[in-house]
């Protein structure tokens, strides 16, 4: 891979025709060493920053896709290339990465895009489902312990319902 993108640095920015680039696909197929290699090229901004036709950035597709240990890999590089709209992106649905990642059970991950970008819990998906809505209605106690201390943190959820309401139906033991 490295020798071709040296011949044909132009080979790594083809796009799909779900305009997926190389990184979109390896990060859907959960090919780390692939996507290691690729982020230590010069053309890897360009590539981590580019949005597909889902509206997924690289680290949206990881985490949507399951592949929590590259999403930790993408998120650390966004962090350290201070690319926060790449961190802070949604997807066609309204989802971001906390979103995904409290979905599929991420805590860890959760916790650490809540501290590289505060702002994520801010954002409802296009069924209003909030980061602490979703944290409550899976009682993931010290993600709604992050949220909670978070000004602004939307709080909304599903059918008119909120953070407290899923809180109150599992019997979580945070206090709203």
Known sequence: MKQLALDDPGVLVGITPQGNTCLHVASILGHEKFCKDVLALDQSVFLVTAINKDGETLLLTAVTRGHDTLAFILLRYCR????????LNQDKRGCNALHRALWRGYRALALEL?????AL??????????PMF????????DVLDKLLGIPDSAHSGTSS????????????????
């Open 80 to 87: 350290d290339q201070q690319l926060s709209e790449t961190i």
């Open 134 to 141: 979703i944290a409550a209605m899976r009682n993931v106690e």
């Open 161 to 176: 319902s909120n953070a407290l309401h899923a809180a109150v139906r599992n019997g979580n033991k945070v206090s709203i």
């Open 121 to 130: 819990s801010k954002a409802a998906n296009v069924r209003d489902e909030s």
């Open 114 to 118: 809540i501290e590289a970008e505060p």
